[in-house]
């Protein structure tokens, strides 16, 4: 799977490679387009999608992509050959577009085709014509074929993937320090299953799902130390329990132990969320 970097963030424009990263390894990235379904509904997006550097590390160790640059290569003017391909994919678009609106139309000249043949004989009678000419399959003919040279107002598809082929560069992914003890984080939580999110929002660093976010609230609120031997503020720890008991979340603090080289979760619960016996 091909992630496009733009602007230093991983982008997913294809719908196939975006399914296949949530559905079969649980990597939710965050929407942040349009949907063509719905232009108009800001509470719902569409791609492309963008990874978290967290998310672009565990799927580049996976070996399930690779980043690329197409920057430089969008920027150039395109070549002939690749002008005439989109113009000739442009036009195609148009006439799959017009094919449905003529068999549309066609449909409903067949249903009204008695009235219409009957108005025409009378017509024809009145001027003293022949009638000969008025049957069902010419008028249809005639219908189908001033069809095919009316315009219609066709709306251009804009493809979310780039449609053409271009040139583009591998690119390698470095991380700071403490994005690399936050993706040790990242990494020993998706090990142990769930979909994890970046837990902005709540002011948290990740959010712990127990299934696809689009179905499921979140559980569990993670916040990572990064030094655990440093003393933790009591503020800052009242301020971490008592918004997880607000918006309903188990607040979870990470950090490395050295010792052992593994991740440590503590999980915290305030005493009035606590159960307590009768």
């Keep these: ?33 349009i949907p063509a379904s719905h232009p108009r509904n800001v509470n719902q997006h569409g791609l492309p999608a963008v990874l978290s550097c967290y998310e672009l590390k565990l799927l580049l160790e996976k070996k399930l992509v690779q980043l690329i640059d197409k920057n430089e290569a969008f920027m150039a003017a395109p070549i002939d050959s690749q002008t005439e391909r ?22 409903s000249f067949r249903k009204h085709l ?32 001033r069809l095919s040279t009316e315009s219609f107002d066709t709306l251009l598809q804009l493809p979310t993937k780039h449609p053409l ?41 990740f959010l712990l799902y127990p299934n696809d976010p689009l179905y499921f609230h979140a559980s569990h609120m993670v916040h ?18 008592r918004l997880a008991i607000v918006v309903n979340k188990l607040c979870v ?15 915290l619960e305030w005493e009035g969320n606590a159960n307590k016996p009768d």
Excluded at 13 to 24: E, G, I, K, Q, S
Excluded at 92 to 103: A, D, F, G, T, Y
Excluded at 195 to 205: N, P
């Design 253 to 267: 603090i990470a950090y490395l132990d050295e010792r052992y080289d593994s991740v440590v979760f503590e999980t």
């Design 165 to 205: 082929e271009v040139d583009c560069s591998f690119l390698p992914l470095h991380l700071s320090a403490e994005e690399t003890l936050k993706f040790r984080v990242f990494k020993a939580l998706w090990t142990e299953g769930g979909y994890i999110t970046v837990g902005d929002a709540f002011g948290c660093d």
């Design 114 to 145: 008695p009235r219409i043949i009957e108005g025409k004989r009378q017509k024809l009678i009145k001027a003293g014509q022949n009638l000969e000419g008025i049957t069902p399959e010419r008028l249809l003919q005639d219908e189908r074929d």
């Design 1 to 33: 799977i091909l992630v496009n970097i733009q602007q230093q963030r991983g982008l997913i424009f294809d719908a196939d490679d975006y399914f296949t990263l949530r559905n079969d390894h649980r990597i939710v990235g965050n929407l942040i387009g």
């Design 224 to 241: 990572v130390l990064k030094d655990k031997s440093k003393r933790l503020d009591l503020k800052y720890l009242i301020r971490m329990c």
């Design 86 to 107: 989109f113009v000739n994919m442009t036009q195609q678009q148009k006439e799959e577009l017009r094919k449905p609106v003529i068999e549309k139309r066609l449909e």
